[in-house]
C-alpha cells in the first residue's frame, strides 16, 4: 500500500476516504443511537431523484441535489414524528420514488452521460483536490454543529421527556439532525457512492456502540473503525485490482458479522429471549 501512495489519485483516495470516514463516524454516531437507520437509507436512496433532476434542469449537482434531498429528508422527518405507525412504509415510498424520479430525469436529460454505477459505489480513486476540500470544510462544519448541540444531542437521544423537561427544542433539534444528515449525504455521496455512504454510517457505531463508554467515544470509535475499514479496503483495491468502494464495504461487512459473533459468543441468551438494545429506542426514530 505504501508504494502506492506515490501516485496522486491514490493519496487523494486515501485523503477522501478518511475525511468521510470521520464524517460518517460522527454523524453515524447519531444515526445509529437515535436508531434512523433506515431513514437515513431512505434519503440516501431519494437523493438519487435530486441528482437526475441537477441534470435535467443544468443546474450545478450541490444546489439541485441538497435542495431537493432536503426537501424529501423534511418529509421523511415530519412522518417519522407526526405518524410513527406509519413511518417505515412511507420512507420506503419516497426511498423508491426518489430513486426512479432520478433515473427517469436521466432518462429525458439529452445527450447525457453520467455513470450512474459511480453514484452507487462511488469514484474513490478519481476524487479530484477540489472535493478534498469540500469535504474538509464539511467535516469542520459537522463537527462545530455537534460539538456546539451535543450535550442536547446526547439528552435527546438518550431520553426524549427528559431533554423536553431540560427546555431542549426536541423537534427542532430532530430536524436540524437530519437536515445536517442529508447534506452530508450528498456531501459525501459524490465521492465515496450510495451503498458506501449507507455502510460507514451504520456498520462503524453499530460495533463501537457495544464498548462506547459515551456518546463522544462511540464518534470518535466510530470514526477509527471507519478509517480502518477504508484503509483496508483501498489496500484489497489495490493489490486485487477490484472496486474500491466495493472493496470497503465487503471489509466492513465482514466487520459487523465478526463482531455480531463474538458478542453473542460473550453474552448468550437463554432460549427464546432476544438481545435488548443496549441504548433505549428514541421516540421519534418510529422504531
Known sequence: MIDALQYEFMRNALAAGLLASVICGVMGTLVVVNRIAFLSGGIAHAAYGGIGLSFFLGVPYLLGTIGFTLAASMLMAAITINAKHRADTVIGVVWAVGMAFGIIMLDLTPGYNVDLMSYLFGSLLTVPGSDLLIMLVQAFLVAGLVTYFYNDFLAMSYDEEFAQIRGVPVRGLYFLLIGMLAVTIVMVIQVVGL???????TIPPFIVEK??????????????????FTVSGLWLSYTFDVTSGAAIIMVAGTGFFLSLGIHEKKEPQPHGVGNPDRLPKHPLSGG
Open 195 to 201: 451503498i458506501l455512504v449507507i455502510a460507514l454510517l
Open 211 to 228: 464498548h462506547a463508554k459515551s456518546l463522544w467515544q462511540m464518534m470518535v470509535g466510530s470514526s477509527l473503525l471507519g478509517a480502518l
